[in-house]
């Protein structure tokens, strides 16, 4: 009773006092408000309610809408984290993120809940963090794929298996839907290996030192032969075409499904019909497309340890040279950040990506967009260069999992095949963290967020100077600074005409404005771009660069009260008021 007592007293302490003077990602500092815990991974239901609990213990900060509904019919939520006493969601730089695109690619819901988690507990004892969420807004929508993590966390898999989405598709082309998919021989809940004992006349045999590992006999002069044969992942021609598990259920990307350097489906598998076909992702679309704040992009999936950015395919070229400053400013701090992770071109370090949603929003949008692909298994091997062995996996999962992930090898019967064993590793162990390691990685990743989230564009009127020039004339100087990394426009938003362009005015109910521009030098006053129309309301495609300044000059005629201002689509207008002699 005591401890709950000065819990309750701990949560009640005045922002600025030693109790509320900051909460680094642990309860050592002051209480938690909700305590997640972070060493599992939750399937649909249970992220749903975990954000719903974020929503009821911030009802202030929190909202949340249904934006749609996946292919079986599950709810995809946004959950937009904002606060109304500074501003409405919409009137300030928002960044967007996601997850689990690919159903079987989990954690990344696990990522983002932690991200809204640890803004939501920071808020309001770290200052960082407080102004963060005060200027800015974020939409998250933990999971992309519902039914392919539904069905990964409910149904037989590998750690590969249910990436899919699930409305039937023919993958096979043979006129049936999906009705080839792997099938659980022994009914342990996993899709394993299979294996045959034919003595003498196998292409495997047994490691003398681990008989679970399965080696292949090299070819010989002398004849001799393994007494195995390895018969790939379990499975049975359900179609009696011939193959193994070819047609699945489902069969859709839905990111290869978004146009931008779009291709169809014989070229990039996956992609379906046209753009944006799928109801997952059109939802997404319409929902990014009506809310052009958004100035900030992260998509987590699953495995590889890279901070990806586009182009995802050759073709397209390269990215501006202005907006490359504010990606590899950030993809640079990612690495330090995310030990083991690479920043990396997609098609160029990677292979290409044709339709995919984190170039879609750079290439059609002009918003800085990273994909962050979570998981790396050196994090595990350290000490391994390349990918590590099944020796290795063994090593740590005997060692550091004690047997956990490995399924030893088990006797069933397959139709065909006979007498066979089954075996390998779990769907859970490969591409998603071992249990002990989940919390360092998504909050590593929510971090790295966090940092993307701060370079949204943020706009500071710097100084007003006033010269008298004559004959009732004056010059109105003032300079507009960005003083965050990210551009007021993007160059590809300014090259392809993106959204609308920035706005730099002055007004005043006593003053006519002869002439405005932008200044081009900054110490001689005479250079200037001046405007062929419109001078007390200059558009700028070009917007303020990050980190970059623009100085605006008007001549006008008049005085009293005049205010000078900047809009823009992704930051906070700001204004000011100055008196004119």
């Not at 943020?458 to 020039?469: G, R």
């Amino acid at each position: 009773m005591l401890s709950q007592l000065l819990g309750a007293a701990l949560l009640l302490t005045p922002p600025g006092s030693h109790a509320q003077d900051g909460f680094n990602g642990n309860a050592l500092r002051r209480p938690q408000r909700l305590d997640i815990p972070w060493n599992r991974l939750y399937d649909y239901e249970e992220i749903h309610e975990h954000f719903d609990n974020l929503k009821s213990a911030w009802p202030e900060l929190v909202t949340m809408e249904v934006i749609g509904k996946s292919s079986q019919g599950r709810e995809m939520r946004v959950y937009t984290i904002n606060n109304p006493a500074t501003g409405p969601h919409d009137e300030k730089p928002a960044m967007w993120v996601d997850a689990n695109v690919h159903g079987n690619e989990v954690q990344g819901s696990e990522a983002t809940l932690y991200l809204a988690w640890y803004l939501l507990e920071n808020y309001g004892s770290n200052e960082r963090i407080t102004e963060l969420v005060d200027r800015t807004s974020f939409y998250l929508q933990p999971m992309v794929n519902p039914d392919g993590r539904s069905n990964w966390f409910k149904q037989p898999h590998t750690a590969s298996s249910s990436r899919t989405g699930y409305q039937p598709i023919d993958n096979d082309r043979d006129g049936k839907l999906d009705e080839d998919g792997p099938d659980d021989l022994n009914g342990d809940g996993h899709i394993t290996m299979m294996r045959k004992h034919v003595p003498g006349e196998g292409t495997h045999r047994l490691n003398p030192d681990d008989p679970r590992l399965m080696e292949r006999v090299p070819i010989n002069e002398k004849g001799i032969r393994g007494d195995w044969i390895m018969l790939g992942y379990e499975g049975i021609d359900n179609d009696g075409d011939g193959r193994v598990n070819e047609d699945g259920e489902g069969g859709y990307d839905m990111n290869r499904a978004w146009p931008a350097l779009w291709r169809p489906d014989h070229i990039q598998r996956g992609a379906g019909p046209y753009p944006l076909c799928w109801p997952e992702a059109r939802c997404i679309a319409d929902f990014i497309y009506e809310h052009p704040n958004i100035a900030a992009v992260q998509s987590f999936h699953n495995a590889g340890g890279m901070i990806l950015r586009g182009p995802g395919g050759k073709e397209f070229g390269e990215y501006e040279r202005r907006d490359l400053q504010a990606f590899n400013r950030l993809g640079e701090d990612g690495e330090r950040m995310l030990p083991f992770y690479r920043y990396m071109v997609i098609w160029k370090d990677l292979y290409s990506v044709y339709g995919g949603f984190a170039t879609w929003a750079y290439e059609a949008l002009g918003i800085i967009s990273f994909t962050n692909e979570l998981w790396t298994n050196s994090r595990n091997f350290p000490d391994v260069e390349g990918r590590a062995s099944q020796a290795d996996r063994l090593f740590f999962d005997d060692n550091l999992l004690s047997g956990g992930g490995a399924i030893p090898w088990q006797p069933a019967v397959h139709p065909l095949y006979g007498e066979i064993e089954v075996g390998g590793f779990r769907k859970d162990v490969g591409r998603v963290p071992p249990s002990f390691l989940i919390e360092e990685m998504v909050h590593r990743n929510a971090l790295f967020c966090i940092k993307h989230a701060e370079h949204m564009p943020q706009v500071e009127i710097d100084s007003i100077e006033v010269t008298k020039l004559g004959a009732g004339t004056l010059a109105v100087d003032v300079l507009f600074q960005n003083i965050r990394s990210i551009p007021t426009r993007t160059a590809r938003s300014a090259k392809v005409k993106i959204g609308t362009p920035d706005i730099f005015a002055i007004t005043g109910d006593d003053i006519e404005v002869l002439a405005g521009g932008t200044r081009t030098d900054r110490w001689r006053p005479e250079r200037i771009e001046l405007a062929e129309r419109e001078p007390a309301r200059l558009r700028s495609e070009l917007g303020i660069a990050g980190l970059g300044s623009v100085r605006v000059r008007w001549f006008v005629r008049g005085s009293g009260e005049v205010s000078v201002s900047w809009s823009g689509q992704k930051a906070v207008d700001v204004s000011a008021s100055i008196q004119l002699p």
